[in-house]
């Protein structure tokens, strides 16, 4: 007997009530096999070209495998430490640009800032507040941060955990599709489908975009001589997965810079600002169009509710999980979109319900159905006591056995 659909749904939302609970009771400790099989989603393609250029998937796994520890290890030795310490001068530096940039309105514009106003006060405050205690910040940062993705976790749980999930990736996904609802299995399969091709496109898409603008703004900003260059552009291409606040924030932060660092020297103010006009043009004309694309269905101010809610709800393990979230409720959204457009609910008109199935009636002569029954008894019959033969030699066996 089907199982009505109502029922269905009730069990299945029982089911993802439960899987988000366990997300908010489990917490940190499941947040390295969550890294880890997100890595894992992201390298399969990789492995799969391996395997098609000939490489057998041990050996495709264990290529990238290596190949992701040295990029690691490269940005770790040769990247972190000048972030780390760009940042740390950066806020060190920023109680004396803001105290310069109040100096120069104060003397351009008396009016919108008067030597004992509210707002020239307020200014030089916050500059004295920043010199005395974001150090003290950027340091409980950084070192929270460290606590919650341990060295542990980066260094052994992750990559074991990705290392063996990208070994059996394909196995683990056909074994998925055969546990699927026979009933709905096509369509799962579909939005299973679409929800791939939207989070593999956003963020395999993205972060190349990521990389191609961090690389141009760090360069690029390091060769003008910025201080601080390095670090600005990162952050700017770490932001830029939401249009317009990576170059806005990089931007406003490097031309603050400039100001401070070549005031009187308005060419490399200006090739400051070149750099980043140069980026947001690659990046909305070609970069975005041409990597991304638009099909991916994950829209900026989406983004922002997701990393929000989920960050709430699950603290830093929610955020890392709302991107693929808010990609899989984009894709069921649309989905159930088109079913009520479809529905009476919209249209305003009930379909007709579909037809029953027809029945079929065969005329045979008179006793075939006690017939049929009566040979099936017999060959049921037939097979219970051959299968009683079978056990009684197989005793027979295994006590000769035993007795030699």
Do not use: C
Request: hydrophobic share 55%; glycine share 10%.
């Amino acid at each position: 007997m089907r199982i009505p659909i109502h029922k269905q749904l009730m069990w299945w939302g029982v089911a993802a009530v439960a899987l988000l609970l366990a997300m908010w009771l489990l917490g940190q400790a499941i947040l390295p096999f969550i890294l880890g099989a997100g890595v894992a989603y992201l390298l399969d393609p990789v492995a799969d070209r391996l395997e098609r250029a000939g490489l057998s998937r041990v050996m495709s796994v264990v290529v990238i495998t290596v190949g992701a520890v040295l990029a690691f290890a490269a940005v770790v030795l040769l990247i972190v430490p000048v972030m780390l310490r760009q940042a740390t001068s950066l806020i060190e530096t920023a109680p004396a640009m803001i105290e310069q940039g109040r100096l120069f309105l104060s003397a351009r514009f008396p009016e919108l800032l008067p030597a004992d106003g509210s707002i020239g006060t307020a200014l030089t405050d916050l500059g004295a507040a920043m010199g005395e205690q974001m150090g003290t910040v950027a340091s409980r940062l950084l070192s929270s941060v460290g606590g919650i993705i341990s060295a542990i976790a980066i260094l052994v749980i992750v990559p074991v955990v990705a290392f063996y999930l990208l070994l059996d990736w394909d196995h683990l996904v056909d074994r998925v599709d055969t546990l699927l609802p026979r009933e709905h299995a096509p369509t799962l399969r579909r939005i299973a489908r679409e929800i791939d091709e939207a989070l593999s496109g956003f963020v395999r898409g993205q972060g190349l975009v990521m990389l191609i603008l961090g690389t141009w703004y760090a360069f690029g900003l390091m060769i003008v001589g910025l201080p601080f260059g390095f670090f600005i552009g990162i952050m700017a291409a770490l932001l830029s997965f939401i249009p317009y606040v990576g170059v806005l924030i990089g931007g406003a932060t490097a031309i603050g810079v400039a100001l401070f660092s070549f005031w009187g020297d308005p060419l490399w103010i200006g090739l400051v600002i070149a750099i980043f006009a140069i980026g947001q043009v690659v990046e909305g004309n070609y970069l975005q169009p041409k990597i991304v694309g638009h099909h991916v269905g994950l829209h900026p101010v989406w983004l922002l509710l997701a990393l929000s809610v989920f960050g709430a709800l699950f603290g830093f393990v929610g955020m890392v999980m709302a991107v693929p979230l808010a990609a899989a409720l984009g894709v069921i959204g649309r989905f159930l979109t088109q079913r009520y457009q479809d529905s009476a609910l919209f249209t305003g008109q009930a379909l007709p319900p579909d037809p029953g199935q027809p029945m079929l009636v065969e005329i045979v002569p008179q006793g075939t159905v006690a017939n049929t029954i009566r040979e099936a008894r017999i060959r049921a019959d037939q097979n219970r006591a051959q299968g009683q033969i079978e056990m009684m030699r197989e005793e027979i066996a295994r006590r000769h056995s035993e007795a030699e």
